[in-house]
Structure formats: C-alpha cells, structure tokens
C-alpha cells in the first residue's frame, strides 16, 4: 500500500507566503515525478509544478518566479515554497507520485488528500 500525504496549507495574507509538504509512503520502489497540482472552486485541476527524479523543474506559466518545487529523494517528500502569494492562488493543493511499487512492475499516480491554501486580506 502507498500513502500521499501533503500538509502546510492554511491562510495567508496576499504577499505572504507558505511552504507545503508531501510525502509518499509504504512499498515504494521508485519514485519518478512528484508533482503538485491545484483546484480552485468551479475550476479544472491544473498543474502547478512538476519535477521528475534528477531533472529540472517544470512550472505552470502563472506560478514561475513565485514558487519552487524542491524534492527530498531519501525522504521520498517533495515540498512547494510559495512566495508573493495572490488572491487567485486560492485553491486545494493536491500532491501527485508517480512511482512504482514493489508489488507492481508499471508505473501508477498516487494522490493526497488535498491541503488548503486561502490567499486573502
């Protein structure tokens, strides 16, 4: 079994910032991308920062120059850091493994549960 939990979510005045964290559990094997997504309410889940195992951070256009997507391999945690935070950054953040566990050769997306993020004044 494999569990994804993210937390450091919670309310923030517009400019502030926040750190949110995610770790993976369980029988992993390997763990490829760590992904971190958002949902804002009557919107689509969108990506917000990706980063695949020993590669380079990839960032949704409205995000770049504000957030930072870091990862602890060992740990098998990856961690967002928001800055400049904005009314419109508003939204469930949800944490994203795409790994492979020892039970199964392929690999599968694991979600969390969600954490809350409320940019406002």
């Known amino acids: 079994q494999v569990q994804v939990v993210e937390s450091g979510g919670g309310l923030v005045q517009p400019g502030g910032s926040l750190r949110l964290s995610c770790a993976a559990s369980g029988s992993i094997f390997s763990i490829n991308i760590m992904s971190w997504f958002r949902q804002a309410p009557g919107k689509q889940r969108e990506l917000v920062a990706a980063l695949r195992s020993g590669g380079t951070p990839n960032y949704a256009d409205a995000v770049k120059g504000r957030f930072t997507i870091s990862r602890d391999n060992a740990k098998n945690t990856v961690y967002l850091l928001m800055n400049s935070l904005k009314p419109e950054d508003t939204a469930v953040y949800y944490c994203?493994?795409?790994?492979?566990?020892?039970?199964?050769?392929?690999?599968?997306?694991?979600w969390g549960q969600g954490t809350q993020v409320t940019v406002s004044s």
């Open positions: 994203n493994a795409y790994l492979q566990t020892y039970y199964r050769g392929s690999y599968s997306d694991y």
